[in-house]
């Protein structure tokens, strides 16, 4: 236990909350808002906007919790002054308040979905019984991440479901009461660029996971696979940046902006992947990921409204 962090105090919920793993939930909700401005102002609604964001913060809190309290029963996290990040391991919150932190993420969550129906059922081609199937999905894969997907190689798959398709199609659609091509093609941008997070992390961790029962893709197909899909994935967003422009969903000015600086950052964080492969020089790449896909999301936001 750390010492100077009291259990159950706020200092160890902020901790627990993990507020830097709050950016990639929010980049779903903007890059689908922005899309959905640009293609139908009249429908875009700012309340049903800023619903979307704390939903998806609700539930992002809720993961990182079920995530500290699976991997510590799994043996992945143990107590160390080093990591006090790892908060259930080190003790600074108690079981009982992670169960009642999860169960409030949940229920607020749900209270906040039910309120965007309320905005929205009217305009929806079902009703919105498909925005009450989507919200019951998304709550599965909050717990079906940390103690399933991960574990058996399909997180990078979870990833681009639940930090993809679903909150950027999810939000695109209540802001415009419609689906179409360009909301796939910003949801695969956004998986993509946070699965490079993943990646990394996984990349890290390949030889102590396995120990711990946890066989992620880069364990099942191994380190070079885990390199190379880091890059292929960035690769994936300009793609994609490419196909928007040619929808003119975007314009060339937007995709010169967006996609030179993304690609210029997300190679030289490759290549220092490649040179490091290995070992504690590793986690500075933990701040440039987040930070690369991060300035992806604004920028697309941007040339997107």
């Known amino acids: 236990m750390n010492n100077k ?27 689908g808002s922005g899309l959905a401005h640009g293609t139908s102002p009249e429908t875009f609604s700012w ?3 800023i619903l979307c964001a704390v939903f998806a913060c609700l539930m992002q809190v809720a993961a990182n919790l079920i995530n500290d309290v ?4 799994r043996g992945l996290d143990k107590s160390t002054p080093e990591r006090i990040d790892r908060i259930y391991a080190n003790g600074l919150l108690t079981r009982g308040a992670m169960n009642a932190g999860i169960a409030f993420c949940i229920v607020l969550g749900g209270l906040v979905g039910l309120t ?8 929806l081609a079902y009703g919105g019984w498909e925005i009450i199937l989507t919200g019951v999905i998304v709550i ?4 079906l991440y940390s103690t399933t997907f991960a574990y058996h190689g399909l997180g990078d798959l979870a990833v681009l479901l639940c930090f993809g398709l679903i909150p950027v199609c999810g939000t695109f659609y209540v802001l415009t009461y419609t689906l179409n091509y360009d ?14 997070l993943l990646i990394l992390n996984n990349y890290r961790d390949r030889d102590e996971d396995p120990l711990a029962g946890k066989f992620t893709s880069v364990v099942l ?17 300009i793609v994609m940046l490419i196909l928007l422009y040619l929808d003119q969903c975007i314009t060339w000015i937007g995709l010169i902006y967006t996609a030179i600086p993304y690609l210029a950052l997300h190679t030289m964080a490759w290549v ?11 986690d500075a790449l933990y701040y440039e990921t987040p930070r690369n896909f991060t300035i992806l999301g604004i920028l697309l936001t941007i040339a997107l409204w």
């Open 5 to 31: 962090i009291a259990v159950n105090s706020p200092k160890a919920w902020f901790l627990g909350i993990r507020p830097s793993s709050l950016g990639g939930a929010l980049m779903t909700v903007f890059v």
């Open 47 to 49: 309340p049903v906007a």
């Open 70 to 73: 699976v991997d510590f029963k």
């Open 116 to 123: 965007i129906l309320y905005l929205v059922k009217d305009h």
């Open 140 to 143: 599965a894969c909050t717990f």
């Open 183 to 196: 909301a796939l093609w910003v949801a695969i941008i956004a998986g993509a660029s946070i699965d490079t």
């Open 221 to 237: 197909l191994g380190e070079r696979f885990g390199r190379y899909l880091y890059l292929f994935a960035g690769l994936l967003c």
């Open 272 to 282: 220092k992947m490649n040179r490091i492969r290995q070992g504690e020089g590793l």
